[in-house]
């Protein structure tokens, strides 16, 4: 299976709301509520932001949400930061034989 | 606090293997899979494989069938990661992560650089 869609790059203000989009199919974001989405700096780990579509793991801000409908998944920063300059993957659950799917990562640039 | 702590970077001849290890602690070692993907240089994030602990069982992707193995050593909370045949498209950070729940992965370890280069 392919990887899932995402935008290559993403721009905002600080301040203002970006959206990210992660698109899949029905063999995978849009069969199962197993969206996840990671935060990458460069040269670290990934970092948990959102899990289940749209939880949020403990310390993670509020102003992290996520989402679905269908196939796409989406990821919404409000409130733009400095510090939320990175990389994010998208990742779906696509059943036991193909496992997960990541996204080919959107670069957050903020102005 | 849970951590995964991962091995040190390698550089490998290509035809080698390569073996990287990841250390839990924080929790119960048998109580959660751990998962493995990796990240070419500029590229996005791959997944490998998955093994659980509490038993051994793994699962492969199947790109890498037959060159990647998973074991574990419960009595040092430590998963290994081993690929063989190595050629240079395996140059790349290998991450290996817990898996709390279905679809999720976290922590991550803090990646390995394999460099794979004649």
């Known amino acids: 299976q392919s990887a899932l869609t995402q935008t290559a790059s993403v721009s905002g203000s600080p301040g203002q709301s970006i959206t990210i989009s992660c698109t899949g199919t029905s063999s995978d974001v849009g069969s199962y509520n197993l969206v996840s989405w990671y935060q990458q700096y460069p040269g670290k780990a990934p970092k948990l932001i959102i899990y289940?579509?749209?939880q949020r793991p403990t310390g993670v801000s509020n102003r992290f949400s996520g989402s679905k409908s269908g196939n796409t998944a989406s990821l919404t920063i409000s409130g733009l930061q400095a510090e939320d300059e990175a990389e994010y993957y998208c990742c779906s659950y696509a059943g036991s034989r193909t496992f997960v799917l990541f996204g080919g990562g959107t670069t957050l640039t903020v102005l | 606090q849970v951590q995964l702590v991962q091995s040190g970077a390698e550089v490998k001849t290509p035809g080698a293997s390569v073996t990287v290890s990841c250390k839990a602690s924080g929790y119960i070692f048998t109580n959660n899979y751990v998962f493995w993907a990796r990240q070419a240089p500029g590229e996005g994030l791959e997944w490998m494989g998955l093994?659980?602990?509490?038993?051994?069982?793994?699962t492969y992707a199947q790109k890498f069938q037959g060159r990647l193995t998973l074991t574990r050593d419960t009595s040092l909370s430590t998963v290994y990661l081993e690929l063989n045949s190595l050629r240079s498209e395996d140059t790349a950070v290998y991450f290996c992560?817990?898996?709390?729940?279905?679809?999720?992965?976290?922590?991550w370890g803090q990646g390995t650089l394999v460099t794979v280069s004649s």
């Open positions: 289940d579509v749209s």
């Open positions: 992560a817990r898996v709390p729940e279905l679809g999720r992965f976290d922590p």
């Open positions: 093994i659980n602990p509490s038993g051994g069982s793994t």
